[in-house]
């Protein structure tokens, strides 16, 4: 009985944190000015090595943008973007942002071959799983388990993302359980095949 109460009441307290923080769109889209000149008023970023947010989970936006101003993930350009935002402020960008319809965008035919292999089957026998099993068969991640988006996103921005975590640029802190997973499977890639994989999710669509 008493271990029902605790549950119970940890569970309200997490739902009331959660509406307290919830974020709102609108003001998001206030803030989203100083944002525009590389990701793209609407989150859709026209450069290719930036990435464009429109469509991304609200949870993971909004955690990214603490992790840049508290400086746990470093950004020459991000930090002092991020630098004079409140915790609402963050809340509210990451659900306009969310709110945002991403522009599908098209692989490389000569790479999707490759890329599919490593997204769909990985590579058992070099301990490479498949990217699928966290960002799910159409690339739409799973906001539960915070991981994002990754279909329709630039292929040179994923690329140089994948680049970071193979060379140990990007080295999660102790709790980014995710960012470790991602460093122990990366470290595994080719650079053809991060092309490949990262060409591929480019053109993955949520209706395939």
């Known amino acids: 009985m008493q271990q029902n109460t605790i549950k119970f009441f ?30 793209g008023m609407d989150g859709n970023s026209v ?13 993971y936006l909004a955690r990214q943008i603490k992790l840049f101003k508290s400086g746990e993930r470093q950004n020459a350009m991000m930090a002092p973007m991020v630098a004079g935002l409140s915790d609402q402020d963050m809340e509210d960008l990451a659900a306009y942002f969310a709110s945002q319809d991403l522009k599908l965008k098209a692989a490389n035919p000569d790479l999707v071959e490759l890329g599919q292999k490593i997204y769909q089957g990985g590579d058992k026998e070099r301990n490479i ?11 739409q ?17 994923t690329a140089i993302q994948l680049r970071a975590y193979k060379e140990g640029r990007t080295v999660p802190n102790k709790d980014d359980v995710n960012g ?16 490949a994989v990262s060409s591929y999710l480019q053109g993955l669509k949520s209706a395939q």
């Open 10 to 39: 940890l569970t309200a307290l997490m739902f009331l944190s959660f509406n307290v923080m919830a974020g709102d769109a609108e003001k998001g889209k206030s803030l989203a000015g100083t944002c525009a000149a590389c990701h």
């Open 47 to 59: 450069n290719p090595i930036w990435p464009s947010l429109a469509g991304q989970h609200e949870g």
């Open 129 to 139: 799983p498949a990217c699928m099993s966290c960002h799910g068969p159409t690339g």
């Open 141 to 157: 991640g799973n906001p539960v388990s915070g991981y994002p988006v990754v279909a329709s996103q630039h292929a040179e921005y």
């Open 180 to 195: 470790q997973v991602m460093a122990d499977v990366a470290k595994y890639l080719t650079e053809e095949e991060i092309v």
